[in-house]
């Protein structure tokens, strides 16, 4: 930094104010990166949830072109249900507590 090497009082006052602003800033960039990284993964849990219901709708499917009742009663109503209980949770959470993302659904 050319204000390094200055010797007035002027630019030494300068350089600290500066110094100074630059730890502030990178404080809180590290606060920012840390809740972008927590809603980050927030969001792709939610991801994760919507592709085990659909893995779960195609498998309900096929027990249906095979005839498994008791696999398509056990989807139908357990785990597709449970699933999509847990899918409003985590978005309903999710837009409360989100501050620097925004889950759009597509």
């Known amino acids: 930094m050319a ?25 809180e960039y590290a606060d920012l990166e840390e809740i972008w990284k927590r809603e980050k993964s927030v969001v792709q849990g939610a991801q994760h949830l919507k592709e085990e219901l659909e893995q779960a709708k195609a498998d309900l499917e096929a027990a249906h ?20 209980t847990k899918i409003t949770e985590a978005e309903s959470a999710n837009m409360e507590d989100m501050t620097l993302l925004r889950n759009k659904g597509y």
């Open 65 to 84: 072109r095979n005839n498994d009742l008791a696999k398509m009663s056990e989807l139908q109503y357990g785990k597709i249900p449970e699933l999509e």
């Open 3 to 27: 204000l390094k090497k200055e010797k007035d009082k002027a630019s030494k006052e300068r350089l600290k104010e500066l110094v100074k602003l630059i730890n502030s800033l990178e404080k």
